[in-house]
T-cell receptor, first 118, second 112 residues
């Protein structure tokens, strides 16, 4: 399967614990995005990377959240000291920037990691 | 404040009819507007993209219109089928950014 993959698919943790999620984008996609989705809502943008550079971060991304893409391939999203309000589906997407740079390219989403904080 | 509104109530239609979903936005100047399909427990799947200077786009049984004066997009599924039952999300992209701003989605249920 050459789509975007995310691990784990489900994570249950206790409040105060740290969790880390992994996203493997479609190979050769240079852009990678993280979104968060709560029940009944659309996904909310968190951050995105071009290769290993983090280009934009949402104000939703508090100091407890950190994302990395060290080699410009897979990415990790870590949440420290989890809170019940962090319970959500965390979605990863990837795209390939147009060579011209001015044309938008479709984002391909993974299946998501569902986090439950007890 | 910036807002993207989709009908939060589910749309129930009979198989074979045309489903029409609405997306309204305020305080945005999007470069692109897109529609996604999302099934329960899965990530969104891209369906169609329309640019700000385009009025209409078609793909098989799907049609999207974009009115930047009304700040509205309509998404049509003709000859609807039960397999079209899902949540449909509209999303905007502004210039100079690559992030998607999503609406809340509308759940479509097509009955045989």
């Amino acid at each position: 399967d050459t789509g975007v993959s995310q691990n784990p698919r489900h994570k249950i943790t206790k409040r105060g614990q740290n969790v880390t999620f992994r996203c493997d984008p479609i190979s050769e996609h240079n852009r990678l995005y993280w979104y968060r989705q709560t029940l009944g809502q659309g996904p909310e943008f968190l951050t995105y990377f071009q290769n290993e550079a983090q280009l934009e971060k949402s104000r939703l991304l508090s100091d407890r959240f950190s994302a990395e893409r060290p080699k410009g391939s897979f990415s990790t999203l870590e949440i420290q000291r989890t809170e019940q309000g962090d319970s959500a589906m965390y979605l990863c997407a990837s795209s390939h920037t147009s060579l011209r740079g001015s044309e938008y390219n479709e984002q391909f989403f993974g299946p998501g990691t569902r986090l439950t904080v007890l | 404040s910036q807002k993207i509104e989709q009908n939060s109530e589910a749309l129930n239609i009979q198989e074979g009819k045309t489903a029409t979903l609405t997306c309204n936005y305020t305080n945005y100047s999007p470069a692109y507007l897109q529609w996604y399909r999302q099934d329960p427990g899965r990530g969104p799947v891209f369906l169609l993209l329309i640019r700000e200077n385009e009025k209409e786009k078609r793909k098989e049984r799907l049609k999207v219109t974009f009115d930047t004066t009304l700040k509205q997009s309509l998404f049509h599924i003709t000859a609807s089928q039960p397999a079209d039952s899902a949540t449909y999300l509209c999303a905007l992209i502004s210039y100079n950014t690559d992030k998607l701003i999503f609406g809340t989605g509308t759940r479509l249920q097509v009955f045989p």
